[in-house]
């Protein structure tokens, strides 16, 4: 097979978004930039695997100063830190047409175990789509730096928002 198993992303129709509460009130935004190597099959999860890297340069967000801001050196510093890194360990068959992908999330060079909660929208031999939810604790990363560690301004919980559609 020319591709080898994996999954192609079908990045129009594929995002990451993130939401974070600022001032009490939330924020949102996108990674509009990732791409993935995906090896997925629901009845082979032993041999599942997915190495996922978001292009920290590209950010957009509902305000454009939450974009600009989160590039700086007190946030994910993108100059020193250009990509995050999510390589999954250990896939595993919830409920249904649950699952969860467990892995090292690597960002701002430090990596933590997490876990990616998704559900299997679509499943056949050429088309998948995922959508699926991880929470972070942006201090465990050391994103915001300084007066920004301070929780009373930005909350430490990021909430993110996975949908994949890939083909093969």
């Known amino acids: 097979m ?10 129009a129709e594929s995002s990451i978004k993130f939401a974070v509460a600022i001032e009490g009130s939330p924020a949102e935004g996108e990674f509009p930039e990732f791409e993935a190597k995906i090896q997925f099959d629901k009845d082979k999860l032993d041999l599942a695997q997915v190495v996922l890297t978001i292009d920290l340069n590209h950010i957009e967000a ?6 600009a801001n989160l590039k700086k050196k007190d946030w994910f510093d993108v100059a020193q830190f250009p990509e995050a890194r999510f390589v999954s360990s250990v896939f595993k068959h919830l409920d249904g047409d ?8 690597t960002l701002r060079d430090v990596t933590r175990a997490e876990t990616l909660y998704f559900t299997l929208i679509q499943y056949d031999a050429k088309q998948a789509t995922i959508k699926g939810e991880m929470v972070i604790n942006r201090l465990d990363y050391g994103v915001g730096q ?9 909350a430490g919980q990021v909430f993110l928002d996975v ?4 083909t093969r």
């Open 146 to 154: 300084g007066a920004w560690r301070d929780l009373s301004s930005v």
């Open 98 to 105: 649950k699952y969860q992908v467990s892995g090292d999330l």
């Open 62 to 67: 509902f305000y454009g100063d939450v974009a």
């Open 163 to 166: 949908t994949i559609k890939a």
């Open 2 to 11: 020319a591709n080898d198993g994996f999954w192609q992303i079908e990045g």
